[in-house]
């Protein structure tokens, strides 16, 4: 498990406790190494002492056989303690190294992380733009759907039509059809009546008396034969203005008409006894009637200065 060690970063729980042991270790080594050294200086001292006392020699020899012996004993204990301080030191130089390994590792992890964490982003800027694509496709497509649904409705339309104009088209041929059958049998009953006309022409001719030599005579004919007649001319109107054409059963000729006849064959004059219309008398002439007489709403009679007009 890492642990914080401040600014010199992160390091091993075991590694560290390992070296925490031998740093112990190392430290009690030297003690005992100062504690043999103090040994080795007070049997130096001893000696010294021994040598400048004959007297106290043997004691000294012994006491400092005793703190020689004790002296070798610290040394030898030393030695062992400084041979397995040295051993740890080597172990916790071994678990130095492998935590240096280790912090490599992480550090190279870091650096992979950072790496990943660059290629999140850059992954997520991806499909940030992928996504703004995929809106941007989208609406593309919508746009698409709606020109395409529009371009549907307008092909249906161009159909319906297209259909009313095959129907309208195949209406029209019918028609074009019945008429041609209609023509065709006009065409027929014209040629028949062609036919018929020149028969009738050829027929009508043979009714038809020669023509030469009879200018200025009718046909006529008895009930059986045709043939040309003189027409009884008029006589002339030369001079005949107003007269009228008369016969006395063998000759017409011209004869005056009397407008002023005064006398009459005829017992009784009639006259409508209702005026319908309007009527002028002719101005210098007197005018009678048999009453009563009745003159229409609206009508009128106009009598001239001058004349009468007389209701008997």
């Known amino acids: 498990m890492a642990i914080y060690r401040g600014s010199g970063g992160s390091g091993d ?20 190494s100062e504690a ?19 007297a106290g020699v043997a004691a000294s020899a012994a006491a400092a056989a005793s703190s020689a012996s004790a002296a070798s004993t610290s040394a030898t204990n030393a030695a062992s303690s400084a041979s397995t301080a040295s051993t740890q030191a080597t172990n916790a130089a071994n678990s130095a190294t492998a935590a240096a390994t280790s912090a490599t590792n992480a550090a ?5 992380s950072a790496s990943s964490a660059t290629d999140a982003q850059t992954a997520q800027t991806a499909a940030e733009a992928a996504e703004t694509n995929a809106a941007t496709s989208a609406s593309a497509a919508a746009s698409s759907a709606s ?18 104009s095959a129907s309208a088209a195949a209406t029209s041929a019918s028609n074009a059809a019945t008429s041609a059958s209609a023509a065709s ?10 036919t ?20 200025g005579k009718f046909l006529s004919t008895d009930g059986s034969v045709n043939s040309w007649e003189t027409v009884d001319a008029l006589p002339d109107q030369t001079g005949n203005s107003g007269k009228y054409l008369t016969t ?13 006849g005064n006398t009459t064959t005829k017992a009784l004059y009639e006259m409508a006894n209702a005026i319908s219309v309007d009527y002028t008398i002719t101005s210098g002439n007197n005018a009678m009637s048999a009453g009563p007489i009745t003159i229409n709403s609206g009508i009128s009679v106009t009598i001239p200065s001058g004349s009468r007009w007389a209701i008997v």
Do not use: K
């Not at 080795?40 to 021994?50: D, I």
């Not at 395409?148 to 161009?158: D, E, G, K, L």
């Not at 049998?185 to 062609?194: K, Q």
């Open 13 to 32: 729980a075991t590694n560290d406790a390992s070296i925490s042991a031998v740093t112990a270790l190392t430290i009690r080594a030297e003690d005992a």
């Open 248 to 260: 006395d059963g063998t000759d017409p000729s011209w004869a005056v008409l009397n407008t002023d």
């Open 108 to 112: 190279n992890s870091a650096t992979a």
């Open 185 to 194: 049998t006009s065409a027929t009953n014209a040629a028949n009546s062609a």
């Open 147 to 164: 020109s395409a649904s529009s371009s549907a409705s307008t092909a249906t339309t161009q159909a319906t039509n297209a259909a009313s």
């Open 36 to 54: 043999a050294a103090s040994s080795a200086s007070a049997a130096a001292s001893s000696a010294s002492a021994a040598a400048g006392s004959e």
């Open 196 to 215: 018929a006309a020149a028969a009738s022409a050829v027929t009508a001719a043979s009714y038809i008396p020669d023509n030469t030599g009879q200018a």
